[in-house]
């Protein structure tokens, strides 16, 4: 039987305070419907629909990327109501599956569960235990079955004191929901159509209501202001570098480890406190990560010791590299086996190649330096006209003198050596030395400037 999933996310989220829409506040730098989008396209659901109320133009350009089909609640009368108006994209034949633009951490693995005891028919229920159900729907159960959800306000004493509540999440067969929801009445303590209302329903009917759980409670949580937010954002947090730790990343203290992309790591990799990961992040066996750094988009080789403050973005590491203090590698940077950039050092778009070392307070921009080369203290690639870029070129066991300016584009040759001081607009040659400086002049006798 094949999926259709339909994603709530019609509330105003008044309570976040905000003028984005409640459901593009991220957990992990993405929008918390994104990852319920991302769940239920981990199960292959033929469909997504996303039933929207407020700020629709936001959410259609931070969603851009996705293929849903987009469902406008203009007024917002009850969870009924809100799936009921997405009735066009639920087959008669299809499982539709319910979920909720605010509950980000729900888990593909959960939903399989909760798919796989769905009765032909009948209603499959995500349940959770709760030490305080404040709040929530209750589940009543006749001798262990589900018959029907009270909603907190609707509820009586005995009902109040029931702990399994509703996270809302359920599966139904298409036809017989659409047929339910046709009957929902808003005579209630809140006067909504409640979509709750479709399990005394369906028990009426004869179908069967099963309930699955999540393995983790924090799963069905949502988020309704910037404290709920702040839990979530520290639970997936959680989940994340747990994965990385069982993977074989050791941290000083998973707390302060930041997962915002998909990270893998290799075997007895090292992370001290304060880093951050962004976007697609692969380290190697034996990777050191110092303090304070901030990995996006980018591989780092087997071995490779990351020192403590260096940013990356968009770069390629190689092997028993050595990065930093205080490295910066922007996007374009590919820095190969055994190569070292050191302090302040910032590279561009450049190829810093085997063995080669930056090691203190240099630009290399639009650059492709070969092996065995030495860039020396203070080295600048002037690779900017204030119009174009233009390349450098430093190619194999060349050496850069401490404080030359290399004026693109200009090659220096294999093994060519420039003096310290250097300013170069011309090519150095192959073994040529180039000595491009002011001459020195030593005045004998002089006299040293007195106060008047
Ligand atoms: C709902 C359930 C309750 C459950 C709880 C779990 C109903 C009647 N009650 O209660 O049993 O324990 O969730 O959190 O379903 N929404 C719309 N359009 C609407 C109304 C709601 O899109 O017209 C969306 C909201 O944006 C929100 C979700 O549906 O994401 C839940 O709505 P909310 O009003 O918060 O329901 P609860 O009262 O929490
Ligand atoms: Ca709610």
Redesign the pocket.
């Known amino acids: 039987m094949s999926l259709s999933v339909v994603i709530?996310?019609?509330?105003k989220?008044t309570r976040m305070k905000s003028s984005l829409p409640?459901?593009l506040h991220p957990v992990a730098h993405k929008p918390m419907v994104q990852h319920v989008i991302d769940a239920a396209n981990e199960l292959n659901a033929k469909q997504v629909s996303l039933?929207y109320?407020h700020g629709g133009e936001q959410l259609q350009q931070a969603l851009s990327h996705n293929e849903v089909n987009w469902v406008l609640?203009a007024?917002?009368?009850?969870?009924?109501?809100?799936v009921k108006v997405a009735e066009q994209h639920m087959p008669d034949e299809d499982t539709i599956l319910i979920l909720?633009?605010?509950?980000p951490l729900i888990q593909s693995s959960t939903l399989d569960r909760l798919l796989a005891v769905k009765p032909e028919n009948g209603i499959a229920l995500l349940t959770v235990a709760l030490d305080n159900p404040t709040?929530?729907?209750r589940i009543i159960r006749d001798n262990g079955s589900v018959v029907g959800?009270v909603?907190q306000k609707d509820a009586n004493d005995e009902q109040l004191a029931i702990q399994e509540?509703?996270?809302?999440i359920m599966a139904v067969n298409g036809k017989l929901l659409k047929q339910w929801l046709s009957n929902l009445s808003s005579d209630n303590a809140?006067g909504?159509y409640?979509?709750?209302d479709i399990i005394a329903m369906a028990h009426q009917d004869g179908y069967a209501i099963e309930a699955a759980h999540p393995d983790n409670e924090m799963e069905?949580e949502?988020a309704?202001n910037r404290v709920q937010l702040a839990a979530l954002e520290r639970e997936y947090q959680k989940r994340e570098t747990e994965k990385l730790m069982l993977a074989g990343a050791s941290m000083r203290d998973p707390a302060r480890v930041d997962v915002r992309g998909d990270v893998t790591v290799g075997h007895d990799v090292e992370l001290d406190v304060n880093v951050i990961f962004e976007g697609k992040v692969t380290l190697g066996n034996n990777v050191k990560v110092g303090a304070n750094c901030i990995l996006k988009d980018c591989s780092i080789g087997d071995g490779t010791v990351i020192e403590a403050n260096t940013l990356i973005d968009q770069a390629d590491v190689a092997e028993k590299a050595q990065l930093g203090p205080y490295a910066r590698l922007r996007p374009g940077s590919i820095v190969k086996n055994g190569a070292k950039v050191g302090n302040f050092v910032e590279m561009k778009k450049s190829i810093l190649g085997e063995g080669s070392k930056a090691n203190h307070f240099s630009y290399l921009g639009d650059t492709t330096v070969g092996a065995g080369v030495n860039i020396g203290a203070g080295v600048i690639t002037a690779n900017y006209d204030g119009v174009n870029k233009f390349k450098t070129e430093i190619h194999d066991n060349a050496f850069i003198g401490t404080n030359s300016t290399l004026v693109a584009p200009v090659v220096i040759e294999e093994n060519g050596f420039v003096a310290a001081g250097s300013t170069v607009t011309k090519p150095v040659a192959k073994d040529g030395l180039a000595i491009a400086r002011g001459k020195q002049r030593n005045i004998d006798s002089w006299n040293r400037p007195t106060k008047g």
Not at 8 to 11: C, E, I, R, T
Not at 100 to 103: E, K, M, N, W
Not at 165 to 168: E, H, I, L
């Open positions: 709530l996310a019609a509330g989220g409640k459901v039933v109320g609640q007024e917002q009368l009850g969870t009924g109501h809100a909720y633009g605010d509950v709040g929530y729907g959800i909603e509540v509703n996270t809302g809140q909504e409640y979509l709750t069905t949502g309704n």
